[in-house]
């Protein structure tokens, strides 16, 4: 399996400003995801974070509202600019592990970052 | 647009019953289907199904695919008060496209 860590855990801002969380992954992995969960909802895909190159959006996600790094295949960060109470949620990074012998893939969650926009 | 429904919404049963949590989807180049126990913050994996027919056990959960219908369900058997969480199903071709989730309060 795969350890994650985000920071921060949680963190409550003001409207207009912007937040950026970590996600530390404790091996090397291909793939990287950020998942949005918003009260009372399911997860919700962001983006890919691709490393080297740009992250891979999903439909009703920009790159300005939520820029994501990913310099290396351990580490990657998403930014929620220009916050308002609409993008109060829980964010989540995601890994997918594959595994040899059998050959299977598995993914694996953070322990997610609650924002809280006022 | 890839889609996973999951039913019911909720469920409250009493300790010691069983249930079983359905999952259905539409997964453009399906490559598997995957369940999750949420109960705080992050989802925590549970099985990944890949083959029609094959259950897979946890103790007293179990799991089973059907690819021809495109369904999956989720059994537990003799439930306790900590199996109270949503109950998540992703169906994956290289992300994951989750359902709404089953809310399983389990009452003692």
């Known amino acids: 399996s795969a350890v994650i860590s985000q920071k921060p855990s949680r963190d409550i801002c003001q409207r207009g400003t912007s937040l950026t969380i970590q996600c530390q992954v404790d091996?090397?992995?291909?793939?990287m995801f950020w998942y949005r969960q918003q009260p009372g909802q399911s997860l919700t895909l962001i983006a890919t974070?691709?490393?080297?190159?740009?992250?891979?959006?999903e439909s009703g996600f920009v790159i300005d509202k939520f820029p994501i790094s990913r310099p290396n295949l351990t580490f990657s960060t998403l930014t929620v600019s220009n916050m308002s109470p609409e993008d109060s949620s829980i964010y989540l990074c995601?890994?997918?592990?594959?595994?040899?012998?059998?050959?299977?893939?598995?993914?694996?969650f953070g322990p997610g970052t609650r924002l809280t926009v006022l | 647009e890839d889609k996973v429904v999951q039913s019911p919404l909720s469920l409250v049963v009493h300790e010691g019953d069983t249930v079983t949590l359905n999952c259905s989807y539409e997964?453009?180049?399906?490559?598997?289907l995957l369940w999750y126990k949420q109960e705080k913050k992050a989802p925590t994996f549970l099985f990944m199904l890949?083959?029609?027919?094959i259950e897979k056990k946890s103790g007293r959960l179990s799991s089973i695919l059907d690819k021809k219908e495109l369904f999956s369900i989720l059994n537990i058997t003799a439930t306790q008060t900590g199996d109270s969480a949503i109950y998540l199903c992703?169906?994956?071709?290289?992300?994951?496209?989750f359902g709404k989730g089953t809310l399983l309060t389990v009452n003692p």
């Open positions: 995601s890994v997918e592990v594959r595994f040899q012998l059998p050959t299977y893939n598995e993914q694996f």
């Open positions: 091996s090397q992995v291909t793939m």
């Open positions: 974070a691709n490393q080297g190159s740009e992250a891979t959006y």
């Open positions: 997964v453009t180049n399906f490559r598997s």
């Open positions: 890949t083959s029609s027919g």
């Open positions: 992703g169906g994956s071709n290289y992300k994951l496209t």
